[in-house]
């Protein structure tokens, strides 16, 4: 989960030593989450890329996240994440194996139902300026969290200038990596069942359940 999510390459050239509470960045940021908190539920397709430069790595997947408020659903090939709101369960499809844990909104990971507002607490911003990504407008703006010990160091947004969607998110942590989320497709204001966020190991026969809790 940490690795995929936050699931989302630490560049030579950083632009966190500008880093600042720039007012142009906030503008752009409260119309995003403004848009995203008036949808209910809705459904993500995305495209998964992590890149490490000096390692030579390069590696893509796609995934689909479901969220609803505080709930989310990641499935990804290798991993699926379901989150309630109060317990987490990470299912290892090819270990046949489920993780379970509290889930602490506290945490320094990146939720993908709080990817929307994550700017709110804990991070200075910066419009960085306009770039063009897959033919879309967007306003580039960079988050930098406020603590030093942080397991990103970066986090970059792109934003559509027409409509506030985003266009991707880009993690940086420590270790060199850089992780890009794509948005493929947006459906909104989906109809989902609150069980649809809880994992039944009873639906997966043989699946071996570790407790963490």
């Not at 990804?76 to 994440?81: A, I, K, P, S």
């Not at 379901?82 to 844990?101: A, I, R, S």
């Not at 160091?153 to 989320?181: A, E, L």
Request: charged content about 30%; aromatic content about 12%; overall charge positive.
């Amino acid at each position: 989960m940490k690795k995929l999510l936050l699931i989302f390459i630490g560049t030579l050239f950083l632009k966190s030593a500008t880093a600042q509470y720039d007012p142009k960045a906030l503008e752009v940021l409260e119309a995003m989450s403004k848009k995203y908190k008036a949808i209910a539920a809705f459904e993500v397709n995305l495209t998964s890329t992590l890149i490490n430069e000096s390692a030579g790595v390069k590696d893509e997947f796609k995934g689909k996240v479901t969220v609803k408020g505080d709930k989310y659903r990641l499935e990804l090939q290798e991993q699926q994440v379901y989150n309630n709101g109060t317990t987490v369960w990470t299912y290892l499809p090819g270990n046949k194996e489920v993780n379970v844990d509290n889930f602490d909104p506290k945490s320094d990971d990146l939720n993908p139902s709080k990817i929307f507002e994550m700017y709110k607490k804990g991070f200075k911003y910066l419009l960085v300026g306009d770039k063009t990504e897959a033919s879309v407008l967007c306003d580039e703006v960079d988050l930098v969290p406020e603590k030093k010990d942080a397991q990103y160091f970066k986090v970059k947004m792109m934003i559509s200038k027409k409509d506030k969607s985003v266009q991707s998110w880009t993690m940086f942590d420590k270790g060199g990596n850089r992780y890009k989320y794509t948005i493929t497709k947006f459906t909104p204001n989906i109809k989902i069942e609150d069980s649809y966020f809880t994992f039944d190991p009873k639906k997966f026969p043989g699946v071996e359940v570790i407790d963490l809790r």
